[in-house]
């Protein structure tokens, strides 16, 4: 269980021979559960138990069995989370939907809090878009938009992009922008309107990268303009 109380998905187990030791002489055969949420390996308290394991952090050593080894420190940042989708997702042409997805873990004892997915490429015509998700782990919905003039299809597990801890104003009423539907996308082309918010093509350029120059926003402002992407 996670440091919110979810319930981490366990879908099998599997035996790793554990190697200790710089040259690796010495091998436990250990019996590990596998979760699609989790990216790197986590020794329980029972297997410290069961090897009679003492942590010394002040000299940075492990006892196992008896036998001193010297734990390592991992260099670098600590990984971010990751967002995937949970099942096949077929997008119509010309249209935005929520994806339904799931996002990893870095660590069970961070209580994780709203974070955000920024809007990214996937690939050619198909986009991301910018997304406050809450501190589950699943049961996730990502906006997905596809501007080209047939279906994609996104496959089981495909990365949608890295989660960004985000800091939700106090004082802000809530964003309630409803977006285009199936059932509305006509009525929204007709109008040239979205109900509740600017049009999609408005988001899509507030969303236009901040590194662009003058000119090349131009362009891609009359570029959306000519093909009607909306």
């Not at 297997?47 to 010394?56: G, R, T």
């Not at 350029?205 to 909306?230: C, H, M, S, W």
Request: net charge neutral.
């Amino acid at each position: 269980m996670a440091a919110n109380n979810s319930v981490i998905e366990i879908i099998g187990e599997v035996t790793l021979p554990l190697c200790l030791g710089g040259l690796g002489d010495r091998r436990l055969d250990t019996i590990a559960l596998i979760s699609p949420y989790v990216e790197e390996l986590m020794i329980g308290a029972g297997w410290l138990k069961e090897h009679n394991c003492v942590w010394s952090f002040g000299s940075s050593r492990l006892s196992i069995d008896g036998q001193q080894y010297e734990s390592m420190t991992r260099r670098g940042t600590r990984r971010c989370r990751r967002v995937y989708t949970t099942t096949d997702v077929v997008i119509p042409a010309r249209y935005q939907m929520d994806a339904p997805a799931r996002s990893t873990i870095v660590t069970m004892r961070e209580k994780v809090t709203d974070q955000m997915i920024d809007s990214r490429r996937l690939g050619p015509g198909v986009y991301v878009g910018r997304t406050i998700l809450p501190g589950a782990h699943r049961n996730l919905a990502v906006r997905s938009v596809n501007t080209t003039n047939r279906e994609q299809k996104l496959p089981s597990d495909t990365f949608l992009g890295p989660l960004q801890p985000v800091e939700m104003a106090s004082n802000q009423s809530e964003d309630r922008t409803v977006f285009p539907t199936k059932e509305d996308t006509e009525e929204g082309r007709s109008s040239g309107s979205v109900r509740g918010g600017p049009t999609a093509m408005e988001k899509l350029i507030q969303n236009l990268p901040d590194g662009l120059t003058t000119e090349q926003r131009k362009k891609t402002v009359a570029l959306l303009a000519e093909y009607d992407v909306f």
